[in-house]
């Protein structure tokens, strides 16, 4: 049985692994690994699944900076083992990463993915509009989520990482 928990240190020798597994050595080079690099995920909101004390999936939140002033959350990378696909454990792991972040008080947050995917968990390219982020990106891949009306969408400028 695949249980959620939130990620924690020792994880992370497994989570590269499974990233590695699932995005090859490409995964470094993308845009927004550049928010990621040399930042810590919110252990708060970020989440693997296990199995049998196996890490089969995870999903992982970023705090960044929106434009000038606001705080806003990375959503990312979502990644399943390759043996695992197919079996919900990546919609389970959004649908409970969004449902921490939302009782968090978070007001928004955007990721980087597949549109068809991620558009049945509440995302949408409108609300990112006013944002670009510090290197290449598919514009129609660039989403966000917003829990408060306007969080997301009346953000203007780059994206950074939070402490830059």
């Not at 990620?7 to 699932?22: C, G, M, S, V, Y």
């Not at 810590?40 to 989440?47: G, K, Q, T």
């Amino acid at each position: 049985m695949v249980t959620l928990q939130l990620e924690r240190p020792e994880h992370a020798p497994a989570i590269e692994r499974l990233l590695d597994q699932a995005f090859g050595p490409a995964r470094w080079h993308k845009t927004c690994q550049r928010l990621r690099d040399g930042q810590d995920p919110d252990r708060d909101l970020s989440l693997v699944a296990l199995e049998g004390g196996e890490l089969v999936g995870t999903v992982r939140l970023w705090p960044v900076r929106l434009g000038l002033a606001r705080r806003g959350l990375m959503l990312g990378p979502l990644a399943v083992d390759g043996s695992r696909q197919s079996e919900g454990i990546g919609a389970t792991l959004m649908k409970a990463a969004l449902t921490r972040v939302e009782e968090a008080g978070e007001p928004s947050v955007f990721l980087v993915g597949d549109p068809d995917y991620y558009r049945r968990f509440g995302f949408r390219q409108e609300t990112t509009t006013g944002l670009h982020l510090p290197g290449p990106v598919a514009r129609p891949r660039f989403l966000g989520r917003e829990f408060r009306p306007g969080a997301l969408s009346r953000a203007k400028g780059l994206v950074q990482k939070l402490a830059a």
